[in-house]
């Protein structure tokens, strides 16, 4: 079933190529959309069913299917699910589905052709994505992590907005570079560590492997890797790349941006926490200190922003800063809540991006000083949603994560916990900030959400307020996977 669910959108988005783009009035005008949609619904069905297979044991690989083995080279094509993808996996599901539906209303709205290239794009990225998180071996992990590049260029150079091209060029620069260290990391793994390197699957863990090593190249490992994965998150002052990204992405692809984040959220819980439990013994919390700074920097800098879409980016940087931090806590509290978290930020996030976007695709501003809400009561009540869930407020599955996040971060440092819980004071503030400079502007009684609209925000919303007031379903999966992420670390809380 896994290769259902990864080989649909790759199949769907290379048959794509070949159809015809209708123009705009034409009967068949939406037809690569629909095509498109479909494939999304086919990949999000698939993901439901196999998170109903999936067994109790979080820890471990479930649902194991190998593509292709070469076994003369160590080699398999093999992907599989456990505590740490299953839930990313699922995330990716649901939000290309409502990024694909939000496309066409952006299409709509601006009766502005989507092109097959956009949509054959658009679905080979969710397939890597997804192959991505499902990935169970080293060397398909990378490619599809290099792979992964290809769409997001294309779709930001050909379909982005008025910076497009600054954007996308700043965005492979940084990648590109940082995938670099990540080729040297697991380079020297294989290595100094050859048993790594006997077929390139993942195990639980590598410790005992890498407890060979001698503890110097342990620290420089340890440094390539987290690089590669503090770029991708991004870390102050790995971030120079999310402001442009996030603001000048396609429109109905820009609720995807907080779920592309968490590549490296997943790269620093899959490779660091589990493995170099020593070295996080030693720097942790100096690293922990960097993932508190880059939260206050990016609280404050979300702050001062005039541009919708810049809170959002700046914000971002702020929640993966706290959600770094809890990773690195490195005991069962911290790193619940940032599975989480992984989980949380994305929807927060994309809910803020349909919001945004519904005022780009009419007034083509999202200017705080000029932005008015519209008068409909569907819409206030998404807009508190999302604000709510981004702050952190009780209810909603963004105050699960940061709770535990915070609760763990106490058992590694006061200070620092004391610092993380003021800088959500910021994140309050810019937040109510943006929300009290959309209510001074009034109301605009010209538009009103339509029903794809209605149907993405309900559905967003929906899951915001489920997982936050019944967050069983997330915590019990991310407590287990916890415990066999922090089984080395010597930490038993």
């Known amino acids: 079933m896994l290769a259902i669910a990864i080989l649909t959108p790759l199949v769907v988005g290379l048959a794509i190529l070949f159809l015809k783009d209708e123009p705009i009035g034409a009967k068949f005008r939406n037809r690569n959309a629909i095509i498109s949609i479909a494939a999304t619904v086919v990949v999000l069905v698939v993901a439901v069913l196999l998170q109903r297979r999936f067994a109790g044991n979080y820890g471990e690989a479930q649902l194991k299917e190998v593509w292709i083995a070469f076994p003369g080279a160590g080699l398999n094509l093999s992907f599989a699910l456990d505590g740490l993808s299953m839930p990313l996996f699922l995330s990716t599901a649901f939000l290309f589905f409502i990024a694909a539906l939000f496309s066409l209303n952006v299409q709509k709205l601006q009766s502005q052709l989507l092109t097959r290239q956009f949509w054959a794009s658009f679905l080979m990225l969710e397939a890597i994505v997804l192959g991505v998180f499902a990935a169970y071996n080293f060397i398909v992990f990378f490619m599809l992590w290099e792979l992964f590049l290809i769409p997001v260029v294309i779709l930001m150079w ?20 940082s995938s670099a260290f990540m080729l040297a990391a697991f380079a020297a793994l294989v290595y100094y ?33 987290l690089i590669a994965f503090l770029v991708k998150m991004p870390i102050f002052p790995f971030h120079a790349w999310l402001p442009l990204t996030h603001t000048q992405a396609p429109l109905g692809t820009l609720l995807l941006s907080g779920l592309f984040l968490k590549l490296g959220s997943y790269g620093v819980l899959r490779f660091i926490s589990p493995n170099f439990t020593g070295v996080i013994a030693e720097w942790g919390s100096v690293f922990i200190s960097l993932g508190i700074f880059s939260m206050l920097y990016g609280a404050f800098v979300a702050y001062r922003q005039q541009s919708f879409r810049y809170v959002i980016a700046y914000s971002s940087l702020s929640h993966m800063g706290l959600l770094f931090a809890g990773t690195l806590t490195n005991n069962e509290y911290g790193v619940t809540g940032a599975i989480i978290q992984n989980v949380g930020h994305s929807l927060a996030n994309a809910l803020l991006f349909v919001i945004v976007t519904m005022h780009l695709a009419r007034a083509k501003s999202d200017d705080l ?51 993380a819980i003021l800088t959500l004071v910021f994140s309050a503030a810019y937040m109510l900030r943006l929300y009290h400079k959309m209510r001074a502007n009034g109301t605009d009684s010209g538009w009103s959400p339509t029903p794809i609209e209605r149907v993405c925000l309900g559905l967003l919303c929906a899951t915001i307020l489920w ?26 809380r």
């Open 467 to 492: 997982f936050g007031l019944q967050p069983s379903f997330l915590a019990e999966n991310a407590r287990s996977t916890a415990r066999v992420v922090t089984v080395n670390s010597g930490v038993n």
């Open 158 to 177: 050909r379909f982005g907005l008025a910076e497009r091209k600054a954007a996308a060029a700043r965005f492979f620069i940084y990648t590109f570079v």
């Open 369 to 419: 000083a000029t932005m008015q809400a519209p008068k409909s009561f569907f819409y206030q009540v998404a807009f508190s949603i999302a604000l709510f869930s981004a702050i952190g407020v009780p209810g909603t599955v963004g105050f699960v994560g940061e709770f535990l996040m915070l609760f763990g971060l106490s058992f590694r440092s006061w200070p620092l916990t004391i610092a």
């Open 193 to 225: 560590a050859p048993r790594i390197g006997a077929d390139f699957d993942f195990k639980t863990t590598f410790a005992p492997d890498l407890q060979l090593v001698h503890f110097e190249k342990q620290r420089l490992i340890f440094l390539f890797l």
